[in-house]
């Protein structure tokens, strides 16, 4: 939503979510630092069709077993850096990469390593033979054996990944320092660590007297919950439409389903129910379970749903009317590390006002855009009264289509500004996103939809508090409009967040997050709008987690303000509401009393509004002249909102301005 120079967390979606380690069905673990001292001599298939035989005694000194899968998304992060370590240690250590998945091919294992640019050998276990006599569990995990066949290190390559989770370096390389250890003749410090990554489905005995299968029941289950996601041509790492790709896949959806990842969904229910809630229901999830405790049968084909088809470009009611990509050239997407937040300014061409009644985002490249945000830049001068969110893509949400008689004000001359957030997913790759619009007549609109923004930024959070609230108003808001959708922000160290109603008679929770997560940028939309006539203030809480329990943390050691970089954070929410272009007058519009009434609001007006102003110098002035300049307020501020506050063009607001700006926003 708002710019952010470091992103130091990235979405790892693997049935969307990565996992610590645990045991497989049917594994047994060793002990912790257990050495397996029995002779190695294993043949597993070459990609290339010949037979690859893994042995001791070795005339290799360490040999570094890697396994591997072609669509676990770690998987494909390491690839690189494993063929770095094997190009470090050629002379003394050999490395081998296989794969276990039983949803995997030789093709595909062979394309894998040419994709990443892997020159060691590469083979298929068909059998799970290394998978067990190893014990492993997870792709990716390591084991570095010696020329004896004594298992001497087991588990990560490095710490940098925690489910959900993606540090921005790692902070020990953990097979690095057990190769490094063992070359100069010496014990590995730690010889067991727990792999992350995706789990490794065992080959499974159907029970041909099931009563749940794929074909009846686990079918329907994945079409309803995660085939959105999960197809050709989705965001999904991997395809959950066909049984050769669930039942590999099988351990790792009942994992990230039970740890509540998948669906990805955050809010909890509340005093207002929400109409796009993703929920897997208990019975559902009691079919999986059962289905896998059975052997993952099959079925009778003739029970099998009517397939979903791969993904195509647009969700939206009629083909667009206009179609605005964001750039002309593609971004490209480096092979891995964090990318910056992009932003493209394109200009739509638009010489006269436009409504819209639906916009949907399509990603170029759906393997690396994480979501993507278009706002409108009207032309200077335009008189803006609220954030100015036109739509966006998120994985799992749908086209923005509004209900008949909405729609959204395009200002002639306006500008679209496309904010990217992309995460690197193992080999370089291009983006060109795009937008699409549906217009609709002026004549036919009878509700003008806004995005109103409350914001918060006078807050400092103290080193190692797990729990630091910050409270917030969105001080001005229409009363004559509905509230329809709910989006939170906050960045890596937000923890929870409430959106609280207060009306004469009661206060009302209209979305409460416990679990806030940065790597889903949720737009919750209310099932029926909430017309605002009768609330008389809405008030946000934004926790946040300062301390080392919060794996994303970039530093716990550190006081934390407002700022635009990931590091630093947010409190702020963004409210989309709508409201009738006309409104009937009173019958006592001239009444006294009504008179009065209305100088009392326009009061309470003017004092918000100076109340603003002071603040906003008051945070933001650091000369000390009285105003502020372009280069004092932060970046997403600049982008989106200094021209329009500054209307005399010279670079700097004053209170005068900021006055004006505050009451053109009631």
């Not at 996992?19 to 257990?34: C, D, E, R």
């Not at 029941?217 to 790709?245: A, F, K, M, W």
């Not at 994480?370 to 409108?376: E, N, Q």
Request: with cysteine; proline share 7%; aromatic share 8%.
């Amino acid at each position: 939503m708002l710019r952010m120079n470091r992103v130091r967390t990235i979405v790892i979606c693997l049935v969307c979510g990565v996992a610590a380690l645990k045991p497989s069905q049917g594994l047994t673990q060793p002990a912790p630092g257990a050495v397996i001292a029995e002779a190695v001599d294993l043949t597993i298939v070459d990609v290339h069709g010949g037979p690859l035989r893994i042995q001791s005694p070795s005339p290799h000194h360490f040999t570094v077993l890697c396994f591997l899968g072609t669509e676990c998304p770690l998987a494909r992060l390491y690839g690189p850096r494993l063929q770095r370590l094997a190009q470090r240690y050629s002379e003394r250590v050999s490395f081998v990469g296989i794969c276990s998945n039983q949803q995997d091919s030789l093709r595909k294992f062979r394309h894998y390593g040419q994709q990443h640019g892997i020159g060691f050998p590469l083979g298929m276990d068909y059998d799970q033979e290394a998978m067990r006599r190893f014990h492993v569990t997870r792709t990716p995990e390591v084991i570095v054996i010696d020329s004896q066949g004594r298992v001497r290190y087991q588990g990560r390559i490095d710490d940098q990944y925690l489910p959900g989770v993606a540090r921005p370096e790692p902070t020990t390389a953990d097979l690095r320092a057990a190769l490094d250890a063992l070359l100069v003749g010496q014990e590995v410090t730690i010889a067991k660590t727990n792999a992350v990554g995706c789990l490794i489905a065992p080959k499974r005995e159907p029970d041909p007297d099931a009563t749940v299968t794929f074909a009846n029941q686990v079918s329907r289950v994945l079409n309803q919950q995660c085939v959105q996601c999960h197809r050709e041509g989705e965001i999904g790492p991997l395809g959950l439409t066909d049984y050769d790709q669930v039942i590999g896949w099988a351990d790792m959806i009942l994992e990230v389903v039970d740890d509540g990842r998948m669906p990805p969904w955050h809010a909890a229910e509340g005093d207002v129910e929400l109409e796009n809630a993703r929920k897997m229901t208990a019975d559902q999830r009691q079919l999986l379970h059962d289905w896998v405790a059975a052997g993952t049968p099959f079925g009778d084909p003739a029970d099998l749903p009517t397939a979903v088809m791969a993904a195509t470009d647009w969700h939206l009611p009629q083909s667009p009317d206009l179609v605005v990509p964001m750039r002309e050239k593609p971004f490209i997407v480096p092979a891995e590390g964090t990318v910056d937040y992009q932003y493209f300014v394109v200009d739509p061409g638009f010489e006269s006002e436009q409504w819209v009644s639906a916009a949907e985002v399509i990603p170029g490249n759906r393997g690396v855009v994480h979501h993507c945000i278009v706002f409108l830049r009207p032309p200077d001068g335009t008189r803006m009264q609220e954030i100015g969110f036109l739509s966006a893509y998120v994985p799992g949400q749908e086209a923005t289509i509004m209900p008949a008689g909405y729609g959204r004000r395009i200002p002639a001359g306006s500008q679209f500004v496309f904010q990217m957030h992309y995460t690197p997913n193992g080999t370089p790759q291009s983006d060109i996103s795009k937008i699409g619009l549906v217009f609709a007549p002026a004549d036919s609109i009878t509700h003008e939809v806004l995005v109103l923004g409350g914001i918060e930024q006078d807050f400092e959070i103290p080193p190692h508090d797990s729990s630091h609230t910050v409270t917030g108003d969105v001080g001005h808001f229409p009363r004559d409009a509905e509230l329809m959708a709910i989006a939170p922000h906050m960045h890596v160290r937000g923890k929870s967040f409430e959106l609280i109603a207060e009306q004469a008679e009661r206060t009302r929770t209209l979305l409460r997050v416990p679990r806030y997560d940065f790597n889903w940028q949720h737009n919750y939309r209310l099932a029926q709008p909430l017309p605002l006539a009768d609330i008389q203030r809405i008030q946000f809480r934004c926790t946040f987690d300062n301390s080392s329990k919060n794996p994303s943390n970039p530093d716990p050691t550190q006081y934390v303000t407002w700022g635009d970089q990931t590091w630093e954070e947010m409190s702020l929410v963004f409210l989309q509401i709508a409201r009738p272009l006309q409104r009937e007058n009173t019958a006592d519009q001239d009444d006294q009393q009504q008179r009065e009434r209305q100088e009392m609001e326009r009061q309470r007006r003017q004092a918000d509004a100076e109340q603003f102003a002071d603040q906003f110098i008051r945070r933001f002035d650091r000369d000390g002249d009285g105003q502020v300049s372009k280069t004092e307020v932060p970046t997403a501020f600049y982008l989106f909102q200094f021209r329009n506050v500054d209307q005399d063009k010279d670079g700097l607001l004053t209170r005068e301005e900021l006055i004006k700006a505050a009451l053109a926003r009631q």
